[in-house]
């Protein structure tokens, strides 16, 4: 088998794909894969009770329903896959495909760049060796290890995977930050921008101001050009408080900010910062490492499950191992890849945007000429002939650049029809049966065939956490430790999850919490006859509300 997925690896590079020359694989029983589901398949995670708990109820599961996990793939250095003994060696050699295609996404697309050079398997080793001594030193106290893993996990998903991101390109692309200066920066950047939400300026002064500082630039230089552009007379007459809001601007810039309310903890806590509790930093250290790790992985389910898809069905029909087994192999590939009638399958509409955008590269369709047709006829019979190429180059391009989010978005409206079209896809509805001797029974029809709706059903699907902003400002008006500003985008919280994260955030915090979030409240008909009336449809009004954690006791509040 191990030759085998040499020789794979040999196919799958003559086609396009990068990856290591090392990688490791592993034949392991169903009951393996069981013991390893609940550490989401990293042998060395650290041990936390939640996982003996998972292990249990999966062998559980798997006594009443037996079922045969495939394989799976650790984005680690050297990358790890495992297999079932139970899988054929046709089958495997498919699988290896899919596993490539995994490998090749995980090591090219930028998503997962700050993962490029790292052993996970082995950080998450040093860190579970990190967490047992920590045990072993509480001794009598070593349940409270597991409360800090437990409070830190219950926050987990708001760790800044985008921050990090910022950080490492300024550290390996210094000169895409270093275009212009810090004042020019921060002149065209925030602060016009606020004076143009103060009403003070409009959009025709900030082109006017553009237009002057390259005026400077072109006469002067660049260096010699901006110091006479914020030197000028019109400029300082009009905002003589510049260079004063300036310095300080710098100044508090040149405290690092906290990228996530991790870091924020960290630096303000009074429990956390107590010598006696440093262990405590330790932990959630782990917790945010880990994160981190599968952020860009949660973001990439259809993205990443759909490219593998695509390589193991377009290299493994032409492999040898095929032959004999052709229905086999229809079976199984269907079961993966197959669209459902009703619901979303990541596999199938991952791999049929990656075939699609192909073909766009290879009939010249990206450009801006095609973009531009109107009649249903000159699209679909539009060819500039980009060939092979040109479609393997917009392939690996997408592979390159884009998660689930820039997958669903990159094609243009009008693109996205097509390719709903091309795939016979529908959004279902369901409603009472018609036939009127079926009352008891539901009906699910086809209720739209929209591309832009079929669009925002994926994206609905999608992983976006919540969006919560640290408010010193207000924490300090309400005279508590933290404020955590919940920034609305058209979803509410899970209420039942709010609750027990505050009451670990306020023992992480050392005092009083508060979440300030958005939710919906049924507005209840004057009269009483009105809920009774037929197509009554109830309506809700959002409101602002806040939660209050005190002393491990939680209140709400609506603020308007």
Not at 12 to 34: H, K, P
Not at 54 to 69: C, L, S, T
């Amino acid at each position: 088998m191990k030759a085998e997925m040499e020789r794979c690896k040999d196919v799958a590079r003559s086609e396009g794909l990068q990856f290591d020359d090392n990688t490791l694989e592993y034949i392991v029983s169903n009951r393996d894969m069981l013991e390893l589901k609940p550490k989401i398949m990293i042998p060395t995670l650290y041990d936390y009770w939640v996982h003996d708990v998972g292990a249990i109820r999966n062998r559980w599961i798997y006594d009443v329903y037996p079922n045969n996990p495939y394989e799976t793939v650790i984005n680690t250095r050297p990358a790890m896959s495992f297999y079932n003994q139970d899988n054929t060696d046709w089958f495997n050699v498919m699988i290896f495909y899919h596993v490539l295609g995994h490998i090749d996404y995980f090591q090219n697309n930028i998503y997962s760049r700050n993962t490029w050079d790292d052993d996970f398997a082995g950080q998450a080793l040093a860190d579970k060796r990190l967490i047992n001594r920590i045990r072993d030193e509480l001794d009598t106290e070593r349940r409270w290890v597991d409360y800090v893993i437990e409070f830190s996990r219950a926050i987990d998903n708001l760790v800044g995977y985008y921050p990090e991101l910022k950080e490492t390109d300024k550290k390996d692309y210094p000169e895409m930050f270093g275009l212009v200066s810090e004042r020019v920066d921060y002149y065209f950047g925030q602060f016009l921008q606020e004076r143009y939400e103060d009403g003070q300026v409009d959009l025709n002064f900030y082109h006017k101001e553009i237009d002057r500082l390259n005026k400077f630039t072109q006469r002067l230089g660049e260096e010699e050009g901006e110091k006479a552009f914020f030197e000028d007379l019109r400029l300082r007459g009009k905002f003589p408080e510049f260079g004063d809001v300036f310095k300080k601007w710098k100044k508090k810039e040149n405290k690092p900010m906290p990228k996530d309310i991790f870091e924020y903890l960290w630096e303000n806590s009074s429990v956390l910062n107590d010598e006696d509790n440093l262990w405590m930093k330790d932990v959630m250290q782990v917790i945010r490492r880990t994160s981190l790790y599968f952020q860009p992985q949660m973001r990439s389910k259809i993205a990443n499950e759909g490219w593998a898809s695509f390589w193991h069905e377009r290299l493994f029909i032409q492999d040898e191992h095929i032959e004999g087994h052709e229905v086999d192999y229809s079976i199984v590939n269907s079961g993966v890849t197959a669209s459902p009638r009703v619901g979303l399958n990541p596999y199938a509409t991952g791999m049929k945007l990656f075939e699609f955008i192909e073909e766009l590269g290879r009939k010249g369709r990206l450009s801006r000429e095609y973009q531009l047709l109107d009649r249903i006829e000159d699209r679909r019979n539009y060819d500039s002939g980009g060939g092979e190429a040109a479609g393997k180059e917009a392939l690996f391009a997408a592979r390159k650049y884009l998660n689930d989010e820039g997958l669903i978005d990159f094609l243009s409206e009008k693109d996205f029809q097509d390719f709903v079209d091309k795939n016979k896809l529908f959004i279902a509805g369901i409603r009472p049966h018609r036939d009127p001797y079926k009352w008891d029974r539901a009906e699910v029809y086809i209720k739209s065939r929209d591309g832009e709706e079929y669009r925002k059903l994926l994206k609905e699907q999608l992983y976006h956490p919540p969006n919560i902003k640290i408010n010193e400002k207000k924490a300090y008006d309400f005279e508590v430790e933290l404020y955590l500003d919940h920034i609305y985008e058209g979803k509410a919280l899970v209420e039942k999850y709010i609750e027990p994260a505050l009451r670990g955030l306020e023992f992480l915090a050392g005092g009083p919490v508060v979440l300030e979030t958005t939710e919906y409240e049924e507005v209840y008909p004057s009269d009483w006859w009105e809920w009774h009336e037929w197509g009554y449809e109830p309506k809700h009004r959002m409101i602002r509300v806040v939660y209050i954690c005190e002393d491990g006791y939680v209140f709400r509040d609506e603020l308007y």
